[in-house]
């Protein structure tokens, strides 16, 4: 983790510890700079992945302000380490229906930007909220980037395994959202009925460097999913 990401992982969890709500003031930038001892442009950074995550917001000539604490259960749409985050308060759970090493169809090769003749690794999954499904998903990932996987893994955060087991960051994503009906096999995963909505969401997602190491698409179950953005004007 790079110093202004630990600086800003430091200031939310002060955020989170004082139970500070919308419009309190942070210290302001000389003191956070002393306080941390770090450079002005660091901390700069910092408060610029804050103000990103929609975690502050900055007001020339008055100061550093925390932003409104976003809605329990609600997931962020445009989040960049999936949805654990989020629902860190609830019970997460995970059936892994598949898990193997396989070659990438046309479609996950261009969106990996892989060849075809590279492996990939391929997840697929049903994810729980407090023992009711909430999505289902089929993940491809580049397994020149994410060279293991095993079910023990995948059960849990794959994410985490990631940046913490093999010491990688995740940087951004692209994502494509449809709406539709759910398919009978779609259905019978989410236990809900053919034919009834669903929020279907493709996501890329990049390491800091640009590579594309994972291609998921995710079926919602729209009786447990709630979704929020945080615009920033950035």
Do not use: W
């Not at 003749?117 to 407090?130: A, F, L, N």
């Amino acid at each position: 983790m790079l110093k202004y990401q630990q600086i800003a992982s430091e200031i939310e969890l002060y955020i989170e510890k004082h139970q500070m709500q919308q419009g309190e003031k942070l210290p302001v930038l000389e003191t956070l700079i002393k306080e941390f001892n770090t450079s002005k442009s660091t901390i700069i950074k910092a408060l610029d992945l804050l103000e990103k995550k929609g975690l502050i917001f900055q007001v020339r000539g008055s100061g550093i302000f925390v932003r409104r604490k976003k809605r329990k259960n609600y997931i962020n749409l445009l989040s960049n380490q999936g949805f654990q985050k989020d629902l860190e308060k609830f019970h997460l759970s995970s059936e892994v229906l598949e898990l193997e090493i396989r070659k990438p169809t046309e479609a996950v090769a261009q969106n990996l930007h892989i060849d075809m003749d590279q492996d990939v690794y391929y997840v697929k999954r049903v994810r729980y909220i407090e023992e009711e499904t909430l999505c289902l998903e089929e993940s491809y990932y580049n397994k020149a980037v994410v060279p293991y996987l095993n079910k023990e893994i995948v059960t849990d955060s794959i994410f985490k395994y990631i940046e913490d087991g093999l010491g990688l960051k995740v940087g951004f994503s692209d994502m494509y959202m449809q709406i539709g009906k759910l398919t009978d096999q779609e259905a019978s995963y989410l236990k809900l009925k053919n034919g009834e909505p669903k929020l279907t969401m493709e996501s890329i997602f990049y390491l800091t460097n640009g590579t594309a190491f994972d291609y998921s698409k995710l079926t919602y179950n729209y009786n447990q999913s709630q979704f929020y953005i945080l615009g920033t004007g950035i």
